[in-house]
Nanobody, 124 residues
């Protein structure tokens, strides 16, 4: 059983910075890749970034390039998402998710594990 718990959300001013954390427990952490998604009410969950099992490969959505940094620390069973100069459009609930399949997938349905989400509100 894998549990993912996000933290670090809250209110941030546009142009500031925020680091989200995803803490994992259960099954061997290095056995799955981890991605971040975000979702606003009324819209589908949107892929943001993914990091491979040992952190050697990273994928960003086009909208995330240059604005988000993803990293993982397998010694701490954690994945991080740093937001740089967030904009109000970045207000959403952010989720981390773990998968065993193709890391390049953007479909939430392909993921095996999900956290409960952490809300980020970017004020202008």
């Amino acid at each position: 059983q894998v549990q993912l718990v996000e933290s670090g959300g809250g209110l941030v001013q546009a142009g500031g910075s925020l680091r989200l954390s995803c803490a994992a427990s259960g099954r061997s952490f290095s056995s799955y890749f981890v991605s971040w998604f975000r979702q606003v009410p009324g819209k589908e969950r949107e892929f943001v970034s993914a990091v491979s099992r040992i952190g050697g490969a990273i994928i960003h959505a086009d909208s995330a390039k240059g604005r988000f940094t993803i990293s993982r620390d397998n010694a701490k069973n954690a994945v991080y998402l740093q937001t740089n100069s967030p904009k109000p459009a970045g207000t959403a609930v952010y989720y981390c998710a773990g998968g065993h399949g193709n890391m390049s997938t953007r479909s939430p349905d392909e993921y095996n594990y999900w956290g409960q989400g952490t809300k980020v509100t970017v004020s202008s």
